[in-house]
């Protein structure tokens, strides 16, 4: 997602390599100019209530787990002041194994730190004022490129040959593929950006990987009374029948620089708010095929340090105090729930599609984890 520091704070930072900003419309779709929205007030996003500030885990990282970041940003992104040497620093320092970089549609490594991996990705940014359908605001469609090669260096943009969202996302994620990246659909309820047909059209052509919780604070995670919280719209698609696993992410900008940008008056966007705790090995190829497998799963602070799930049975253990477990199914309907913070249940022989824990505790963090299916 494309974010504002310091002076930038009215107007979206034009960086060519950078971020992909079109000016488009019906009658002319191929063509582009890089003139943004003028002011963050034509974005119409609603801030959520959020102080924005890092979390507290409910608990140290549990054995077996490596904690890893999914999204984040330097300066090589345009919209950050921090170089990537510095953010990946702030990261180890937090206690994380892995983080891949999404700088837009620029591809970011650095040498490993010495206790984490950084992994090389991309946020694959392409900004509209319009496009289809039309829903009052520009288009911001991101979606990033996990585990990308880094020869591919970056991605220049093709002018859009059609204005229907899901056409242009679904090149991005044909693009991420063609790389032999991991997909990750970002932010779907940030400027109303993605729908149910957006997400199963994405899922036919093979992305794994959604934002349910995307931390940033205009984020929109939890819907509005016209639109479904991203929560709601992940179980619509699983409901339907799509594989996706949710992840969590800080989508950061703001790193050492945080106060500075809130002194002046401006939102910062900073880490540990969301990240994914996978179950693997310190290397590339392990943390990848637990993404792909679904070995993982997502949380905004609170800690889990046992996931099982047999053919029709779940087991799960939270760290930490005045926890709650429910079992959701499909429709998003809740099955099961416990005030504990341990939960194993057998799933009746009646229930079918997939069902899935959700865990929360009184601080308001949560934990989801992977689908378990049944058919």
């Known amino acids: 997602m494309i974010r504002y520091c310091g002076s930038l704070a009215r107007g979206i930072a034009l960086v060519a390599i950078g971020c992909a900003l079109f000016a488009c419309d019906a009658r002319n779709a191929g063509s582009t100019t890089t003139s943004p929205p003028s002011s963050r007030s034509e974005r119409v996003v609603t ?22 970041q999914l999204h984040m940003h330097s300066n090589n992104s345009g919209d950050s002041r921090t170089a990537p040497e510095r953010a990946a620093s702030w990261y180890e320092s937090h206690g994380y194994d892995f983080v891949v970089f999404t700088d837009h549609n620029v591809v970011t490594d650095t040498r490993d730190e010495a206790s984490m991996l950084t992994l090389p990705g991309m946020e694959l940014t392409q900004n509209l004022r319009r496009c289809i359908p039309d829903r009052g605001a520009p288009c911001l469609l991101h979606v990033s490129a996990l585990f990308v090669d880094p020869a591919v260096d970056r991605w220049d943009v093709p002018p859009p040959t059609s204005l229907e969202r899901v056409d242009l996302y679904g090149r991005a994620v044909d693009q991420a593929r063609g790389w032999g990246a991991l997909s990750m659909l970002n932010h779907p309820n940030f400027a109303d950006a993605a729908d149910i047909d957006v997400v199963m059209e994405l899922a036919r052509r093979g992305m794994l990987l959604m934002e ?24 619509e698609a699983l409901s339907r029948g799509a594989r996706i696993y949710a992840v969590a992410t800080d989508d950061a900008h703001h790193y050492d620089d945080a106060d500075l940008v809130r002194r002046h008056g401006e939102t910062a966007y900073v880490g540990e708010r969301g990240w994914v705790m996978v179950r693997g090995a310190r290397d590339a190829g392990s943390i990848r095929r637990a993404l792909e497998s679904g070995d993982f799963y997502a949380t905004t602070g609170l800690m889990l340090d046992a996931v099982e799930k047999g053919e029709r049975r779940l087991k799960v253990r939270a760290l930490g105090d005045g926890v709650t477990m429910e079992v959701v199914g499909r429709g998003g309907a809740v099955l099961h729930r416990v005030e504990s913070a341990e939960l194993a249940w057998d799933v009746p022989a009646d229930v079918t599609g997939y069902v899935r824990v959700r865990a929360f505790d009184r601080e308001g963090r949560k934990a989801l984890c992977q689908p378990l299916f049944l058919e």
Request: hydrophobic share 30%.
């Open 212 to 235: 349910v919780e995307n931390r940033a604070v205009d984020s929109e995670n939890a819907g509005r009374a016209d639109r479904p919280s991203t929560e709601a719209l992940w179980d």
């Open 47 to 68: 801030v959520a209530r959020d102080d924005g500030r890092s979390v507290t885990p409910s608990g140290p990282k549990p054995a077996g787990f490596l904690k890893g």
